[in-house]
């Protein structure tokens, strides 16, 4: 798929969608880098511009229905269609599931889940007419490794990689591709920015003291934005393209851990009451210690 010129790409004010924006734009791609404020990427605008490279950013909130349809009026306007639609757009949602409200799970699912949905339907029929095309989703190793307090930021990104592979099968025919890209912890602003509200049921502080322990082992190790740059290459341009991308040594690392033990196995271990009995028994399934520094 070596002549894929035209790049939509959503949620890229800062982080992966933006390094993601310059590095295909570097590759003389025609990129749309999408945003719901193009004013919040002015430090990708004004890199653009530097280089002389074909980035323009692009007002596109994801949960509205009306931005999507003017967003993708303005792409044809300017090229007639889209030959790559990368879904990185997404929000996260903490909190214990005896706790998150349904309308702060219903807010995260229309950004991870349908807004990734919307996208897709704005630009299959193009792709399927013109006979070849790329989808690629951004998801999460959240959906192959869950934490205690991440459910329903978890259960939008599995229900992303579900509608996926429906959407491989559908679409194969017409040379579309379809893939997964499933980072780790990604070195990005975005831990900068991150506030866990307070727990209101404080039983569960565990849960949260644990994946604070996983990110920021997982920091120390630095995995960048270069990495999910270069999976996403790949799946667009490989002649033998994988469907899934884990990114990162931990997302690696997970994944094989995921295909190797049984259900009941990592439920068993992901349970343990004390903090070293946790750390323990994930780093023997795993094989080495994503969460202590040692």
């Given at each position: ?90 929000v ?14 219903q ?25 070849s ?15 205690g ?6 259960a ?27 980072p ?5 602003p ?49 002649p ?11 997302a ?6 995921r ?36």
């Open positions: 798929m070596s002549s894929i010129k035209r790049v939509l790409i959503t949620g890229c004010s800062t982080g992966i969608g933006a390094h993601l924006a310059l590095a295909m734009a570097r590759k003389g791609y025609l990129v749309f880098a999408s945003m719901r404020d193009p004013a919040a990427g002015a430090k990708l605008v004004a890199t653009s511009a530097r280089e002389g490279l074909s980035c323009e950013a692009l007002a596109l909130d994801v949960t509205q229905q009306t931005s999507v349809d003017a967003a993708m009026a303005r792409v044809f306007e300017r090229c007639g269609g889209v030959d790559v639609l990368v879904n990185n757009a997404g996260g949602c903490s909190g214990p599931v005896e706790t998150v409200t349904p309308e702060a799970a807010a995260t699912f229309d950004v991870n889940y349908f807004g990734a949905m919307r996208m897709i339907q704005a630009v299959v029929p193009g792709m399927r007419e013109q006979g095309g790329a989808i690629i989703n951004v998801t999460s190793i959240a959906s192959r490794f869950p934490t307090g991440s459910a329903h930021y978890t939008s990104k599995v229900a992303l990689e579900g509608a996926s592979e429906c959407l491989a099968m559908e679409v194969a025919r017409f040379n579309i591709r379809v893939a997964l890209i499933e780790g912890i990604i070195l990005t975005i831990f900068g920015k991150q506030k866990i509200p307070p727990l209101p049921v404080p039983a569960y502080e565990a849960d949260y003291r644990r994946w604070g322990a996983f990110v920021q082992q997982r920091i120390r190790k630095r995995t960048f934005p270069s990495a999910v740059v270069a999976a996403v290459m790949d799946a667009i341009d490989s033998t393209p994988r469907f899934r991308y884990p990114v990162g040594e931990d690696e690392l997970i994944s094989a851990m295909a190797s033990v049984s259900d009941v196995e990592f439920l068993s271990a992901a349970s343990g009451r004390t903090d070293d009995e946790y750390y323990d028994a994930m780093t023997q399934l795993v094989g080495t210690d994503l969460w202590r520094s040692i």
